[in-house]
């Protein structure tokens, strides 16, 4: 098992501990449209919360409907059972109702002393960036107030600089994925993406540049029947890929709330901290919220064609309102473009990895592979 499996075994892992020991602040989030980089002001320590090895959400279930999504009723389980009670904060984003609801039950359930929401447009217009200013300008008013911070302009653009350095460390390893024989798994890949958005980053970026020197002398690289990228949303166990590529395809991109593309795009740090902020929200916002859907499309055929994909796997949690509506219309365009396409809907733990493994093999017999 590598260090980045064991890093996502559970909510706290050793590195988030003792960063917590050194007097890191441990702010929770839950989707991507969050500034991760103000989450890193001073001693803030942004943690992208997962609940691993979830067995069930009897709990949550009393307070949540059975149409939720599950990613939210586990991530409300966890939280009533005490697996975060290391957290000092929570930040949301008013994305989907689902999550708005997590932040409503939180805050009833768990009272934090600091719980925030956002509110994202849904608009990419210059408009939406002046909103967006606004509501991260509130943001740090309120962190560096509860926290005693300091926030400032000089402080914040420390904070993005450092999270451009770490994001770019990232993506020179997923761009390895482009090779034509890959020297990492699209599993371990994912691995490492999760470790490094639920550990400190100062502390697990040393292992990700020893990591990126070990494959790079990898001698092979890694064959496959198929080339896939993986588009949707939340994917936080790599057990998910780790079946898929089971049946030999390889998964070599992925457009997903967790994946790499498109968020390992750097902030601008030559113009005002929150306007750059704010505006590279809205560039990297691909979430079927967004009223965005040419764009994700078109964005998805520049990425099947710079990953030079065979086919693509649409992943949508159960009830997921945005993603289920956004995939039947991609599904459509996609084999318009005899793109070969798999939709696949699942729940937030994994389960059922038999009909997994059948309908991705399946799949991939379909394309000749």
């Not at 996502?8 to 449209?33: F, R, W």
């Amino acid at each position: 098992m590598t260090l980045f499996a064991e890093l996502l075994e559970i909510s706290k892992n050793e590195l988030v501990a003792e960063a917590i020991d050194q007097g890191q602040v441990p702010i929770a989030y839950t989707c991507s449209l969050v500034p991760e980089a103000m989450l890193s002001v001073d001693r803030l320590l942004p943690l992208r919360v997962r609940a691993p090895g979830i067995s069930g959400t009897e709990s949550a279930d009393i307070y949540l409907a059975s149409t939720t999504c599950s990613y939210v009723r586990s991530i409300l389980e966890f939280a009533m059972d005490d697996r975060y009670d290391f957290l000092e904060g929570w930040v949301f984003v008013a994305s989907c109702d689902h999550l708005r609801r997590l932040h409503d039950n939180i805050d009833y359930l768990l009272k934090p002393k600091f719980n925030h929401i956002l509110d994202i447009p849904h608009k990419k217009t210059s408009q939406a960036v002046d909103w967006l200013v606004g509501e991260f300008e509130a943001l740090r008013k309120a962190l560096s107030e509860h926290f005693s911070l300091v926030a400032d302009d000089r402080a914040l653009k420390a904070s993005i600089s450092e999270h451009n350095e770490f994001v770019e460390l990232l993506k020179s390893i997923g761009d390895l994925r482009k090779h034509p024989n890959p020297p990492l798994s699209g599993t371990e890949f994912q691995q490492l993406m999760l470790a490094a958005v639920t550990s400190p980053k100062r502390m697990i970026a040393d292992t990700l540049k020893q990591y990126k020197a070990e494959i790079e002398t990898r001698k092979k690289g890694i064959d496959s029947r198929a080339r896939l990228m993986i588009l949707g949303g939340h994917v936080n166990d790599p057990g998910f890929v780790e079946v898929i590529e089971s049946q030999g395809g390889l998964v070599v991109a992925d457009r997903v709330c967790t994946g790499s593309i498109p968020g390992l795009t750097p902030v601008d740090e030559h113009k005002d901290p929150l306007v750059a902020l704010a505006e590279h929200t809205m560039a990297k916002a691909d979430c079927p919220r967004m009223m965005d859907f040419d764009g994700r499309l078109q964005r998805t055929l520049n990425t099947v064609a710079e990953y030079r994909v065979d086919g693509v796997i649409i992943e949508t949690i159960k009830f997921c309102d945005t993603w289920s509506l956004e995939a039947a219309e991609v599904v459509k365009r996609l084999r318009d473009r005899d793109i070969p396409v798999l939709r696949l809907e699942r729940e937030y733990r994994l389960s059922n990895e038999g009909q997994i493994r059948t309908r991705v093999q399946a799949f991939l017999e379909s394309m000749g592979k």
